[in-house]
């Protein structure tokens, strides 16, 4: 039988369990959701208190950080983190390689090239421009 979970322990000491997402068997924490019509690809992480919409595309080796709010459609690239707080809004693409800071507004529908870098706390029509 294949384990259907996965424990991982902070340097603080926290343990955090995963599950497997059923689209694209990315780990999802048991205090996080993700909408079943979503893809996380295998190696991206989703931490507790993140929500993932409907239709939302992760790639691989991207971190969804505590309480992130990604909404529906949104394209997520590879190993983009999105920080703690942040919401990236519908239909929104983050590029590969990116990083959204703590708290970070994406608005919807907007582009943000690759490797890109988004400081915390910048609000909507800022990350626009980014």
Do not use: C
């Amino acid at each position: 039988m294949q384990k259907v979970y996965e424990d991982v322990e902070s340097d603080a000491g926290e343990v955090t369990r995963y599950r497997k997402h059923g689209n694209g068997k990315g780990y999802v924490a048991l205090k996080a959701t993700a909408h079943a019509t979503s893809e996380i690809v295998e190696t991206a992480y989703v931490e507790p208190g993140a929500e993932i919409a409907a239709g939302v595309y992760i790639g691989a080796g991207s971190w969804i950080d505590r309480d992130a709010f990604v909404a529906a459609g949104a394209f997520i690239g590879s190993n983009v983190h999105i920080g703690r707080s942040a919401s990236v809004g519908r239909s929104a693409r983050i590029g590969s390689g990116s990083r959204i800071g703590d708290g970070v507004r994406v608005a919807d529908g907007v582009r943000i090239p690759r490797d890109s870098v988004v400081q915390d706390d910048v609000l909507g029509e800022v990350a626009r421009a980014a």
